[in-house]
């Protein structure tokens, strides 16, 4: 009785639920035929113009904004946008045309990197401040320079520190280097060879190693060791500062290696030279000085020639003979600089090696610089750092044509073996040859020979890797009278006038 009255009321239940969902489903019809219905003019005004999917997902020219030249005829000139910087130095020791000295150096620096030098400030201190290296004072005072002439970037005149640094930044709200980075910044513009952007590589990362900066994710620790977790990632891990250094680490060993393997090949041809007898004779000397355009004036290299500081960074290294015939080998060396940072000298070591391997070093100083006994010193120091005291020198005062006499007639009378010379006009240059054939070492034996004409290979030996006295013409040879290296003194020695009769 029970169950046969409640079947028809979940019947009836059953037949509403249907008649509901199908009120639904007639509703919604109604209302998509009713949006499909609606005029173009109202749907673009809702949801603007509709494109297909193809023409959603595509990246869409714009029309008009190329720049590439269409007439190649045409000449269009674009002002680059330079960094406005300015300069600041710390005056410790010396006169201030010492400092004003150092500082225009900076902005010499500054522009053979790029930038456009707005001004420059000295402060007389007895150290640099630890802080902000010129004090917080003066750090404001440099924060109203900077607004005044809109510059973005400060370049100090020292090695700054990595707190310096910061607490400088934080003052002046641009962005801080030293002398260093800008040196280095030059370096990297100028190398050319796989050994120079080697070298500059490795110097760029001794210096940044440890003036990396972290903050927010690179302070975070990643986990410990283990795989995967669970009970070995006991510690507190290492944040990614500590890999950052890591990373740069294994970096510079690579390099370093690499370096090495180069520096092999340079050996190689060394001991080559050496082998041969053949003397060799490095130019050293200060930046700008004009070192390149005396080894093209000596042996017509044609090795680039540019008014700018380091503009040639790789050796080069040419074949040269003496107005007596004998052959040197003439090697280029990278430029000097006051205060050249350390990690320059370290990485360019097998470089500079070239001077400390040579029987004589040209030590080339700009004639018309206001200060050249400071270069002179600057790079005798890195001479002293590169174990080459020992080596003859001369000194070479070039650019005498544009040079004060005054200033030419103070060095040469302090440095006693030295010449003016310009390398653009050609003057001195012949002087020059021949110093440089009377100071190359001589070889040790004399000897005389009676050479057969069939053997005049050793004849043309006795010219090139020795010094003829005398050589005259007989019906049974050449009687030759030189001083030559013992290897062919030995060969000579059968043909000796004695031996003969």
């Given at each position: 009785?029970?169950?046969?009255?409640?079947?028809p009321?979940?019947?009836?239940s059953?037949?509403?639920?249907?008649?509901?969902?199908?009120a639904?489903?007639?509703?919604?019809?109604a209302l998509?035929?009713?949006?499909?219905?609606?005029?173009?003019?109202?749907?673009?005004?809702r949801?603007?113009?509709?494109f297909?999917?193809?023409?959603?997902a595509?990246l869409?020219r714009?029309?008009?904004?190329s720049?590439?030249l269409?007439?190649v005829?045409?000449?269009?000139?674009?002002?680059?946008?330079?960094?406005?910087?300015?300069?600041v130095?710390v005056?410790?020791?010396g006169?201030?045309?010492?400092?004003?000295?150092?500082?225009?150096?900076?902005?010499?620096?500054?522009?053979?990197?790029g930038?456009?030098?707005?001004?420059?400030?000295?402060?007389?201190?007895?150290k640099p401040?630890?802080?902000?290296?010129?004090?917080?004072?003066k750090?404001?005072?440099?924060?109203d320079i900077?607004l005044?002439?809109?510059?973005?970037?400060?370049?100090?005149d020292?090695e700054l520190?990595?707190?310096q640094?910061?607490h400088l930044?934080d003052?002046?709200?641009v962005?801080?280097?030293?002398?260093?980075?800008l040196?280095?910044?030059?370096f990297a513009?100028?190398?050319k060879?796989?050994?120079?952007?080697?070298?500059?590589a490795?110097a760029?990362?001794q210096?940044?190693l440890?003036?990396?900066r972290?903050?927010?994710?690179s302070?975070?620790?990643?986990?410990?060791g283990?795989k995967g977790g669970?009970?070995?990632?006991?510690g507190?891990g290492?944040?990614k500062?500590?890999?950052?250094?890591?990373?740069?680490?294994e970096?510079m060993a690579?390099?370093?290696r690499e370096?090495a393997d180069?520096?092999?090949?340079?050996?190689?041809?060394r001991q080559e030279?050496?082998?041969?007898k053949v003397p060799?004779?490095?130019?050293?000397?200060y930046?700008?000085a004009g070192?390149?355009?005396?080894?093209?004036?000596?042996?017509?290299?044609?090795v680039?020639?540019?008014?700018?500081l380091f503009?040639?960074?790789?050796?080069?290294?040419?074949?040269?003979?003496?107005p007596?015939?004998?052959?040197y080998t003439?090697?280029?060396?990278?430029?000097?600089?006051r205060h050249?940072?350390?990690h320059l000298?370290?990485?360019f070591?097998?470089t500079?090696?070239?001077v400390?391997d040579?029987d004589?070093?040209?030590?080339?100083?700009?004639?018309s610089?206001?200060?050249?006994e400071?270069?002179?010193?600057?790079v005798r120091?890195v001479v002293r750092?590169?174990?080459a005291t020992s080596v003859?020198?001369?000194?070479?005062?070039n650019?005498?044509?544009?040079?004060?006499?005054l200033?030419?007639q103070?060095?040469m009378r302090?440095?006693?073996?030295a010449?003016?010379v310009s390398a653009?006009?050609?003057?001195?240059?012949?002087?020059?040859l021949?110093?440089?054939?009377?100071e190359?070492?001589?070889?040790?034996?004399?000897?005389?020979?009676l050479?057969?004409y069939?053997?005049?290979?050793?004849?043309a030996?006795?010219?090139?890797?020795?010094e003829v006295?005398s050589e005259e013409h007989?019906?049974e040879?050449?009687?030759?009278?030189?001083?030559?290296?013992e290897?062919?003194?030995a060969?000579?020695a059968?043909?000796?006038?004695?031996?003969?009769?």
């Open positions: 009785m029970t169950s046969s009255s409640s079947l009321q979940a019947a009836r059953a037949a509403q639920k249907y008649a509901e969902g199908l639904k489903d007639l509703r919604a019809d998509m035929e009713e949006d499909v219905a609606w005029s173009h003019e109202i749907d673009t005004d949801d603007g113009d509709q297909d999917r193809s023409d959603r595509a869409r714009v029309a008009g904004l720049t590439e269409e007439d005829t045409e000449v269009e000139y674009r002002q680059l946008r330079l960094e406005r910087v300015v300069l130095g005056w410790t020791s006169t201030v045309n010492d400092a004003e000295n150092s500082l225009a150096e900076l902005a010499a620096l500054a522009e053979t990197a930038a456009v030098v707005l001004d420059g400030v000295i402060q007389r201190r007895d401040d630890a802080a902000t290296y010129i004090g917080s004072g750090a404001r005072e440099l924060l900077v005044e002439t809109g510059a973005d970037t400060v370049i100090c020292g520190s990595p707190g640094l910061i930044e003052v002046v709200k962005k801080v280097i030293d002398r260093t980075a040196i280095l910044d030059i513009q100028h190398a060879s796989r050994e120079g952007k080697a070298q500059v490795l760029q990362m210096y940044m440890p003036r990396l972290g903050w927010g994710q302070l975070s620790r990643q986990m410990g283990g669970g009970l070995a990632t006991r507190p290492e944040t500062i500590e890999t950052d250094r890591r990373r740069i680490r970096k690579k390099m370093r370096i180069m520096k092999t090949g340079r050996e190689i041809k030279r050496r082998r041969n060799s004779v490095a130019i050293a000397g930046t700008n070192k390149s355009s005396l080894l093209n004036r000596l042996t017509g290299a044609g680039l020639v540019e008014n700018a503009a040639t960074l790789d050796p080069t290294v040419r074949r040269a003979e003496t007596s015939g004998r052959l003439l090697a280029d060396t990278v430029g000097f600089v050249l940072p350390h000298v370290e990485a070591r097998s500079m090696e070239e400390g040579s004589l070093i040209l030590h080339v100083v700009d004639g610089h206001p200060a050249p400071e270069q002179l010193a600057a120091e750092e590169v174990g003859p020198e001369i000194v070479v005062i650019k005498a044509d544009a040079a004060d006499p200033t030419l103070r060095l302090v440095e006693k073996r010449i003016a653009r006009t050609g003057q001195g240059i012949e002087e020059l021949e110093l440089i054939d009377a190359l070492p001589r070889p040790e034996v004399e000897v005389t020979a050479v057969p069939a053997l005049g290979r050793l004849v030996r006795a010219h090139t890797d020795g006295i007989t019906p040879g050449t009687l030759l009278k030189a001083r030559v290296h290897e062919l003194a060969e000579l059968p043909y000796a006038p004695a031996a003969t009769g």
